[in-house]
Protein backbone atom coordinates (compact mmCIF):
# COMPACT_ATOMS: atom_id res chain seq x y z
CA UNK A 1 0.00 0.00 0.00
CA UNK A 2 1.85 3.62 -0.75
CA UNK A 3 2.96 5.61 1.57
CA UNK A 4 2.02 9.23 0.76
CA UNK A 5 3.82 12.35 2.07
CA UNK A 6 1.26 14.03 3.79
CA UNK A 7 0.42 13.79 7.49
CA UNK A 8 -3.17 13.64 9.60
CA UNK A 9 -3.85 15.00 12.27
CA UNK A 10 -6.64 13.72 14.47
CA UNK A 11 -8.01 14.27 18.09
CA UNK A 12 -10.26 11.98 19.95
CA UNK A 13 -12.40 12.98 22.98
CA UNK A 14 -14.55 10.34 23.64
CA UNK A 15 -16.36 8.80 21.28
CA UNK A 16 -14.29 5.84 21.21
CA UNK A 17 -16.35 3.69 19.45
CA UNK A 18 -16.12 6.07 16.56
CA UNK A 19 -12.38 6.25 16.86
CA UNK A 20 -12.14 2.77 15.64
CA UNK A 21 -14.47 2.97 12.79
CA UNK A 22 -12.16 5.64 11.80
CA UNK A 23 -8.98 3.53 12.30
CA UNK A 24 -10.31 0.93 10.38
CA UNK A 25 -11.78 2.25 7.52
CA UNK A 26 -8.27 4.26 7.21
CA UNK A 27 -6.22 0.89 7.02
CA UNK A 28 -8.75 -0.33 4.68
CA UNK A 29 -7.85 2.25 2.14
CA UNK A 30 -5.90 2.04 -0.86
CA UNK A 31 -3.10 4.66 0.47
CA UNK A 32 -1.88 5.77 3.82
CA UNK A 33 -0.38 9.05 5.35
CA UNK A 34 3.51 9.10 6.02
CA UNK A 35 2.70 10.79 9.51
CA UNK A 36 -0.38 10.14 12.18
CA UNK A 37 -0.49 13.16 15.18
CA UNK A 38 -3.23 11.24 17.67
CA UNK A 39 -4.09 13.39 20.56
CA UNK A 40 -6.04 11.66 23.61
CA UNK A 41 -7.45 15.10 24.38
CA UNK A 42 -8.75 14.21 28.24
CA UNK A 43 -10.84 11.40 26.79
CA UNK A 44 -12.97 9.97 30.10
CA UNK A 45 -13.58 7.20 27.74
CA UNK A 46 -12.44 3.89 25.88
CA UNK A 47 -9.84 5.79 24.05
CA UNK A 48 -6.81 4.93 25.44
CA UNK A 49 -7.22 1.18 24.90
CA UNK A 50 -8.50 1.62 21.27
CA UNK A 51 -5.28 3.81 20.89
CA UNK A 52 -3.16 0.86 22.11
CA UNK A 53 -4.64 -0.99 19.90
CA UNK A 54 -4.07 0.06 16.41
CA UNK A 55 -1.16 2.36 16.95
CA UNK A 56 0.80 -0.82 16.63
CA UNK A 57 -1.44 -1.72 13.49
CA UNK A 58 -0.59 1.68 11.42
CA UNK A 59 2.98 1.58 12.68
CA UNK A 60 3.12 -2.07 10.89
CA UNK A 61 1.12 -0.25 8.15
CA UNK A 62 4.25 1.60 7.48
CA UNK A 63 2.77 5.34 9.20
CA UNK A 64 4.93 6.83 11.58
CA UNK A 65 2.44 7.77 14.25
CA UNK A 66 3.54 10.23 17.16
CA UNK A 67 0.78 10.38 20.04
CA UNK A 68 0.05 11.30 23.48
CA UNK A 69 -3.16 12.07 26.16
CA UNK A 70 -3.90 15.52 27.06
CA UNK A 71 -5.11 15.04 31.00
CA UNK A 72 -7.69 17.82 30.20
CA UNK A 73 -9.56 18.66 27.15
CA UNK A 74 -7.58 21.35 25.87
CA UNK A 75 -10.43 22.44 22.91
CA UNK A 76 -9.63 21.87 19.54
CA UNK A 77 -7.63 24.73 18.34
CA UNK A 78 -5.13 24.36 20.81
CA UNK A 79 -4.88 20.75 20.80
CA UNK A 80 -5.06 20.66 17.12
CA UNK A 81 -1.89 23.35 16.80
CA UNK A 82 -0.16 21.44 19.12
CA UNK A 83 -0.20 18.18 16.21
CA UNK A 84 0.07 20.42 13.57
CA UNK A 85 3.54 22.66 14.80
CA UNK A 86 5.34 19.00 14.71
CA UNK A 87 3.84 17.83 11.08
CA UNK A 88 6.64 17.68 8.58
CA UNK A 89 5.05 16.54 5.40
CA UNK A 90 4.14 19.45 2.68
CA UNK A 91 0.75 18.38 3.25
CA UNK A 92 -1.74 18.38 6.67
CA UNK A 93 -4.96 16.38 7.09
CA UNK A 94 -7.15 17.69 9.72
CA UNK A 95 -9.72 14.49 10.28
CA UNK A 96 -12.37 14.08 13.31
CA UNK A 97 -12.09 11.03 14.73
CA UNK A 98 -16.28 10.71 14.18
CA UNK A 99 -14.72 10.94 10.32
CA UNK A 100 -14.49 7.78 8.15
CA UNK A 101 -12.74 7.12 4.81
CA UNK A 102 -15.14 6.50 1.95
CA UNK A 103 -13.35 6.81 -1.23
CA UNK A 104 -10.47 4.06 -0.68
CA UNK A 105 -7.95 6.40 -2.57
CA UNK A 106 -8.73 9.31 -0.89
CA UNK A 107 -5.49 10.96 -0.25
CA UNK A 108 -4.07 10.42 -3.77
CA UNK A 109 -7.20 12.10 -4.63
CA UNK A 110 -6.55 15.08 -2.16
CA UNK A 111 -2.79 15.27 -3.86
CA UNK A 112 -3.68 15.56 -7.56
CA UNK A 113 -5.37 18.76 -6.91
CA UNK A 114 -2.72 20.18 -5.00
CA UNK A 115 -0.40 19.15 -7.46
CA UNK A 116 -2.77 21.18 -10.10
CA UNK A 117 -3.89 23.92 -8.33
CA UNK A 118 -0.45 25.93 -7.03
CA UNK A 119 -2.61 28.62 -5.35
CA UNK A 120 -4.85 25.85 -3.53
CA UNK A 121 -4.37 26.11 0.56
CA UNK A 122 -7.05 24.11 1.87
CA UNK A 123 -9.23 21.42 0.25
CA UNK A 124 -12.50 19.69 1.58
CA UNK A 125 -14.55 16.59 0.57
CA UNK A 126 -18.08 15.98 0.09
CA UNK A 127 -18.95 14.52 3.68
CA UNK A 128 -21.81 12.43 4.02
CA UNK A 129 -24.22 10.71 6.30
CA UNK A 130 -22.65 7.12 7.74
CA UNK A 131 -26.15 4.98 6.87
CA UNK A 132 -28.23 4.57 3.28
CA UNK A 133 -29.31 6.13 1.07
CA UNK A 134 -25.47 8.65 2.24
CA UNK A 135 -27.44 11.65 1.51
CA UNK A 136 -24.93 14.65 1.24
CA UNK A 137 -24.32 16.21 4.88
CA UNK A 138 -21.50 19.26 3.97
CA UNK A 139 -20.77 20.47 0.03
CA UNK A 140 -18.82 23.75 1.51
CA UNK A 141 -20.03 26.74 3.41
CA UNK A 142 -21.41 29.09 2.13
CA UNK A 143 -21.54 32.60 4.42
CA UNK A 144 -24.16 35.69 3.93
CA UNK A 145 -23.54 39.35 5.02
CA UNK A 146 -24.67 38.87 8.67
CA UNK A 147 -22.15 35.80 8.69
CA UNK A 148 -24.51 33.19 8.78
CA UNK A 149 -23.66 30.04 7.88
CA UNK A 150 -25.16 27.12 5.74
CA UNK A 151 -24.17 23.56 4.60
CA UNK A 152 -24.00 23.85 1.21
CA UNK A 153 -25.84 20.26 -0.36
CA UNK A 154 -27.84 19.45 3.04
CA UNK A 155 -29.61 16.79 3.03
CA UNK A 156 -29.36 16.26 -1.06
CA UNK A 157 -28.75 13.42 -2.94
CA UNK A 158 -25.39 11.79 -2.87
CA UNK A 159 -25.05 12.29 -6.90
CA UNK A 160 -26.97 15.24 -7.23
CA UNK A 161 -25.45 17.12 -10.02
CA UNK A 162 -25.26 20.86 -8.44
CA UNK A 163 -22.66 19.29 -5.81
CA UNK A 164 -20.84 17.01 -8.53
CA UNK A 165 -18.12 19.47 -9.66
CA UNK A 166 -14.86 21.28 -7.66
CA UNK A 167 -16.28 24.84 -6.15
CA UNK A 168 -14.37 27.69 -5.07
CA UNK A 169 -15.57 28.87 -1.39
CA UNK A 170 -14.64 31.17 1.12
CA UNK A 171 -14.90 28.36 4.19
CA UNK A 172 -14.86 24.82 5.02
CA UNK A 173 -15.75 22.81 8.31
CA UNK A 174 -13.13 20.57 9.42
CA UNK A 175 -14.45 17.22 9.86
CA UNK A 176 -12.11 16.64 7.13
CA UNK A 177 -9.59 18.78 4.74
CA UNK A 178 -6.61 18.62 3.31
CA UNK A 179 -4.06 21.83 3.81
CA UNK A 180 -0.55 22.61 3.19
CA UNK A 181 1.19 22.69 6.28
CA UNK A 182 3.20 26.00 5.02
CA UNK A 183 -0.26 27.36 6.17
CA UNK A 184 0.84 27.86 10.08
CA UNK A 185 3.66 30.17 9.13
CA UNK A 186 2.02 32.44 6.14
CA UNK A 187 -1.11 32.98 7.91
CA UNK A 188 -0.34 31.16 11.51
CA UNK A 189 -1.97 28.53 13.37
CA UNK A 190 -6.43 28.08 14.24
CA UNK A 191 -7.37 30.71 16.41
CA UNK A 192 -7.53 29.89 19.95
CA UNK A 193 -10.32 33.00 20.33
CA UNK A 194 -12.77 30.37 19.46
CA UNK A 195 -11.97 27.53 22.44
CA UNK A 196 -13.17 24.91 22.97
CA UNK A 197 -14.72 24.83 19.77
CA UNK A 198 -16.46 25.71 16.47
CA UNK A 199 -15.41 28.40 13.73
CA UNK A 200 -11.98 28.00 14.11
CA UNK A 201 -12.10 26.23 10.84
CA UNK A 202 -13.82 28.59 9.24
CA UNK A 203 -11.96 31.20 10.20
CA UNK A 204 -8.51 29.29 9.20
CA UNK A 205 -9.88 29.41 5.77
CA UNK A 206 -10.97 33.07 5.75
CA UNK A 207 -7.30 34.39 6.60
CA UNK A 208 -6.19 31.95 4.09
CA UNK A 209 -8.47 33.16 1.45
CA UNK A 210 -7.57 37.08 2.10
CA UNK A 211 -3.92 35.40 1.91
CA UNK A 212 -4.09 34.55 -2.09
CA UNK A 213 -4.64 30.90 -1.41
CA UNK A 214 -7.70 29.11 -2.91
CA UNK A 215 -10.39 27.32 -0.72
CA UNK A 216 -12.42 24.77 -2.35
CA UNK A 217 -14.44 21.94 -2.12
CA UNK A 218 -14.04 18.61 -3.77
CA UNK A 219 -16.44 15.72 -5.27
CA UNK A 220 -13.38 13.79 -6.06
CA UNK A 221 -13.47 12.73 -2.52
CA UNK A 222 -15.84 11.18 -0.05
CA UNK A 223 -16.22 10.85 3.68
CA UNK A 224 -18.43 9.48 5.59
CA UNK A 225 -18.91 12.06 8.85
CA UNK A 226 -20.75 10.96 12.39
CA UNK A 227 -21.75 14.77 13.12
CA UNK A 228 -21.61 15.94 15.95
CA UNK A 229 -19.76 13.24 18.33
CA UNK A 230 -16.98 15.09 18.76
CA UNK A 231 -18.58 18.14 20.58
CA UNK A 232 -21.56 15.58 22.29
CA UNK A 233 -19.45 15.36 25.40
CA UNK A 234 -19.78 18.94 26.22
CA UNK A 235 -23.83 18.35 26.71
CA UNK A 236 -26.42 20.16 24.24
CA UNK A 237 -26.60 23.10 26.39
CA UNK A 238 -23.11 23.99 26.72
CA UNK A 239 -22.88 22.86 23.25
CA UNK A 240 -25.83 25.26 21.65
CA UNK A 241 -24.21 27.96 23.97
CA UNK A 242 -20.95 27.67 22.95
CA UNK A 243 -22.36 27.77 19.26
CA UNK A 244 -23.95 31.14 19.91
CA UNK A 245 -20.58 32.38 21.58
CA UNK A 246 -18.19 31.68 19.24
CA UNK A 247 -20.75 32.94 16.26
CA UNK A 248 -21.00 36.42 17.95
CA UNK A 249 -17.17 36.38 18.09
CA UNK A 250 -16.46 35.11 14.12
CA UNK A 251 -19.20 37.55 13.26
CA UNK A 252 -17.40 40.74 14.89
CA UNK A 253 -14.05 39.76 13.86
CA UNK A 254 -14.93 39.18 10.30
CA UNK A 255 -18.52 41.81 9.32
CA UNK A 256 -16.42 44.29 7.12
CA UNK A 257 -15.67 41.16 4.85
CA UNK A 258 -19.42 39.58 4.99
CA UNK A 259 -21.28 42.63 3.94
CA UNK A 260 -19.54 41.87 0.77
CA UNK A 261 -20.89 38.44 0.38
CA UNK A 262 -23.60 37.68 -1.36
CA UNK A 263 -27.24 37.08 -0.29
CA UNK A 264 -28.58 34.34 -2.49
CA UNK A 265 -27.58 31.46 0.01
CA UNK A 266 -29.21 27.65 -0.28
CA UNK A 267 -31.58 26.60 2.15
CA UNK A 268 -29.13 24.16 3.69
CA UNK A 269 -28.81 24.89 7.45
CA UNK A 270 -25.68 24.95 10.17
CA UNK A 271 -27.79 22.55 12.44
CA UNK A 272 -28.18 19.03 12.94
CA UNK A 273 -30.85 17.21 10.81
CA UNK A 274 -32.72 14.21 12.27
CA UNK A 275 -32.65 10.90 11.03
CA UNK A 276 -36.22 10.63 9.74
CA UNK A 277 -36.07 14.34 8.42
CA UNK A 278 -33.30 12.84 6.00
CA UNK A 279 -34.82 9.77 5.24
CA UNK A 280 -31.77 7.68 6.27
CA UNK A 281 -32.44 4.48 7.29
CA UNK A 282 -31.23 2.60 10.70
CA UNK A 283 -28.42 0.12 9.39
CA UNK A 284 -24.58 1.84 9.37
CA UNK A 285 -22.94 1.70 6.14
CA UNK A 286 -19.17 2.38 5.92
CA UNK A 287 -19.01 0.48 2.50
CA UNK A 288 -16.10 2.36 0.54
CA UNK A 289 -16.57 4.15 -2.82
Not at 108 to 132: D, M
Amino acid sequence: MPVLDCAIVMLAHCGADFTRHNFNQLLGGADLPREMFLVDNGSEDETASVFAEYIPRLRAAGIEVTTWRNEENKGCSLARNEAWEKVTAPYTVLIDSDACVCTKDWLSRFLAQFAERPTLGILGPKLLYPFQPHKIQCAGVSINPMGRVAFRGRAADRDDPRYAEHWPTWSLISACWMMRTELRESIGYLDELFHPVQYEDLDLCLRARLAGYEVAYTPEVEMYHFEGITTASFGQDEYKANIARNSLKFRGKWHHIFRFFPTDLPKDEYRWLRRAELGLRPELDLSYA
